[in-house]
């Protein structure tokens, strides 16, 4: 120390080299934390649909612009829209960025919609206690699945195997399926055939899933017979059995579990084969912004149903009523929000034009007399247009909402429109076309110009035969501030309405 306190130069060469240590621990330090790999998160636990869509298709953009190692998704589904899960399988196929699909938590699913993302996402893992299958598309309208009767009874050949396993225990003969549950027993050929569809309709929906769920997991190496199978019978799988059929690549307890085990995987991109770095990844969760939320708000079957109702009558009161400007103006909005939803949602255009007849009878009955017929008429046109009004089984609307949503537009449309239109057809009480009819009293001769006293007040008024003092006049048309009046007969003044 007391060669340092004597020779400064040694004291500030000590200080520079500490400097300098810690200046390089800490770009050490910084450098790591950028080149650390990171994944994005996101997160849906709800049915597929446009605002699903567009959260995933812009999350993957996301990822692509950050150059994240991966994309994780999170998935919980009873499935959702055909046209929404294509998009988001068109923007995983093309996708720069590999995009795990991880079915999570536990109880969670991918059923119907999301069996197809499954197989369609680079890589697929399940957590424990989760399934996915049942990706039969649905008749059109409801009705039960392809294959089957209306009430949708009939035994299906996954009844048995639905849940995956080839023992005995399942009651079927012990050699009637492979691993991959693809070949049927010989002797059952005929009777558990697989399911074609019973109308042409039927047969092209479900020979266009099997292909294309087919050619997913062609794609990525994965059991296209399985998947087939969950096409075609909607069978299931758990986590265990999805994962020794060669339908998922990994089984994972938690997220940690899952991106430990990723970590030198190799997944197939389009340009080529990548090698997955997961190791000290940092997770960046991607929740759904308000845009997101606001288009799930708006293309919820019940809103939208809403908001068109909204619309028509907006419309309705506005052309009844010219000049009030707000339903106009609420109107237009609401529907074009309302012809947004129905762009973007399947709807079932005969049901459409059964709501729109129902509130045509409904504004009908206010004005012709058909003692209540076209009133019941459009209001069971209304509710049966309401109840078929989405194609897809899981856009149904709320039949407590479309039942009391008949019964108010009926009360609307059958006696407030009723009574509006008719006090259109009123006499006017003020005003000149009040003054028009009304009979008054001349307050001086006159043959062409003078003074009456009308509605308690004196006017001057012209007239076409000559008139005298105290004579009955009455007006026939209002000029400016002057009459244009005609004597009465005494008879007919006595039956007129007195003139104050």
């Not at 109880?107 to 893992?125: I, K, L, P």
């Not at 399926?177 to 309709?201: S, Y």
């Not at 012809?339 to 004005?367: C, D, R």
């Not at 012709?368 to 009133?375: A, D, E, K, R």
């Amino acid at each position: 120390m007391r060669v340092l306190k004597k020779t400064p130069i040694l004291r500030w060469i000590l200080w520079a080299t500490c400097l300098a240590f810690a200046a390089g621990w800490l770009l050490a330090a910084s450098g790591d934390e950028e080149d650390r790999p990171q994944a994005l998160l996101l997160t849906v636990a709800d049915s597929i649909g446009p605002a699903t869509g567009d959260y995933i298709i812009r999350g993957i953009a996301r990822a692509e612009r950050e150059d994240a190692e991966l994309m994780v998704l999170q998935l919980d589904t009873p499935g959702g829209l055909d046209s929404s899960m294509r998009d988001i399988v068109k923007a995983m196929l093309a996708a720069d960025v590999p995009v795990v699909t991880y079915v999570h938590p536990a109880g969670a699913r991918a059923a119907s919609a999301g069996t197809y993302m499954m197989y369609g996402s680079h890589v697929a893992a399940m957590t424990p206690a989760t399934n996915l299958g049942s990706a039969t598309p649905v008749q059109m309208g409801g009705g039960g699945f392809p294959g089957m009767d209306d009430g949708g009874s009939r035994p299906s050949r996954g009844d048995d195997r639905g849940n995956g396993n080839d023992d005995a225990t399942n009651g079927d003969d012990a050699q009637e399926t492979d691993a991959n549950g693809a070949e049927a027993n010989d002797e059952e050929v005929d009777e558990d055939k697989p399911r074609r569809g019973e109308t042409a309709m039927e047969r092209k929906v479900l020979e266009d899933a099997v292909a294309y769920i087919r050619g997913l997991a062609e794609r990525f190496d994965r059991n296209a017979d399985w998947a087939e199978l969950a096409v075609r019978e909607g069978v299931n799988l758990t986590a265990r059995e999805a994962l020794e059929k060669n339908v998922i690549e990994f089984v994972a307890d938690n997220l940690d579990d899952l991106l430990e085990q990723l970590h030198g995987h190799s997944v197939r991109m389009p340009w080529g084969d990548r090698v997955l770095n997961t190791e000290n990844i940092e997770v960046i969760t991607v929740d759904p912004d308000w845009r997101t939320n606001l288009l799930a708000v708006i293309t919820s079957p019940n809103i939208a149903y809403i908001l068109m109702l909204i619309g028509i009558y907006g419309i309705i009161f506005e052309l009844s009523n010219p000049g009030s400007i707000y339903p106009g103006v609420i109107g237009a909005i609401s529907l074009v929000l309302a012809f947004y939803a129905l762009q973007v949602m399947p709807v079932n255009y005969a049901g459409l034009a059964l709501i729109l007849l129902g509130l045509i009878f409904m504004v009908a009955e206010a004005f012709l007399p058909s003692f209540g017929v076209l009133g019941i008429g459009g209001i069971i046109a209304f509710i049966t247009g309401s109840i078929i009004l989405w194609d897809d089984p899981n856009l149904n609307i709320s039949l407590p909402l479309v039942v009391g949503t008949a019964l108010v537009v009926a009360v609307f449309s059958i006696w407030v429109l009723g009574r509006l239109f008719r006090l259109r057809r009123v006499r006017p009480t003020i005003g000149r076309d009040h003054m028009v009819g009304m009979v008054g009293e001349a307050r001086e001769d006159f043959d062409h110009s003078g003074r009456v006293f009308v509605h308690s007040e004196l006017w001057t008024a012209e007239t076409t035969a000559p008139v005298e003092r105290g004579q009955k006049v009455r007006v026939v048309a209002v000029e400016g501030l002057r009459l244009k009046v005609e004597p009465v007969a005494e008879e007919s003044a006595d039956a007129a309405r007195p003139a104050s």
